[in-house]
């Protein structure tokens, strides 16, 4: 009930105006960075299935209640549905930033850190073994799915946002946010398009069809840690 009520709260009072994000870019310095730890346990524990504009946002708290409940059901429905294939959204994201890190000429380990906040970077770091310079935080404000409306086709989504702190002076050396397919990510956020192999028509759908759900949440994250990777060069 918590969960409804905070979503519902946060749909009432959310305004039609878009903040401006300011990045902070990665500038290599003489010696440019080839070795980072990524520091794990970053995401949310469930998937993200929003409606852009839904009928009862027309109709104040009481309609955002009645859209909370419905958003919510639809996300344990989608959960569960990834649950037969084993889904581990936090191992695939880890997985692809490694290799597309590797890629891009930079060894990647990662660091575990425990129990931490959700939506938010760490503030102090684990102690990294070896010779690391740099720890990337990833952290996932959400994944899943969105439509656009009532009867409007759901298609992948994350919104994520990244951090690189130098070791061991702890400075900011990049922080970035990435939006894939996400309808109203402030100005000045990297945007991404959805790929429009993974459409589904409705929850029906989406929930008869956990490998190809699990495939687009996948192809979202591939190009999410691509654009992580781009930013370091």
């Not at 709260?9 to 003489?30: K, M």
């Not at 702890?170 to 309808?183: D, F, G, Q």
């Not at 589904?200 to 699990?214: H, I, Q, S, V």
Request: glycine content about 6%; proline content about 6%; charged content about 20%.
């Amino acid at each position: 009930m918590k969960r409804v009520l905070a979503a519902a709260a946060l749909a009432a009072t959310s305004t039609a105006c878009t903040p401006t994000y300011v990045a902070t870019p990665y500038v290599a310095g003489p010696q440019p960075i080839s070795r980072v730890a990524i520091v794990d346990d970053s995401l949310p524990e469930g998937v993200s299935a929003v409606e852009t504009a839904s009928v009862g946002s027309n109709f104040g708290l009481i309609g955002a209640l009645i859209d909370a409940g419905v958003r919510d059901s639809r996300e344990d429905a989608i959960d569960a549905a990834l649950a037969t294939i084993s889904f581990d959204a936090e191992s695939d994201l880890e997985g692809m930033l490694t290799e597309a890190l590797a890629a891009n000429g930079i060894q990647a380990s990662l660091t575990p850190t425990g129990p931490r906040a959700q939506r938010a970077f760490l503030v102090s770091h684990p102690t990294a073994a070896g010779d690391v310079q740099a720890y990337l935080d990833l952290v996932a404000l959400h994944y899943g799915y969105t439509s656009a409306g009532h009867g409007q086709p759901w298609r992948p989504t994350a919104d994520v946002m990244v951090r690189l702190v130098s070791v061991p002076d702890n400075r900011t050396l990049m922080e970035n946010r990435i939006a894939y397919n996400v309808m109203t990510s402030p100005r000045g956020v990297i945007t991404l398009s959805a790929n429009p192999e993974y459409t589904f028509t409705n929850r029906e759908e989406m929930r008869n069809n956990p490998e190809r759900l699990a495939a687009g949440i996948r192809d979202a994250f591939r190009q999410v840690a691509t654009t992580v990777a781009g930013l370091m060069r």
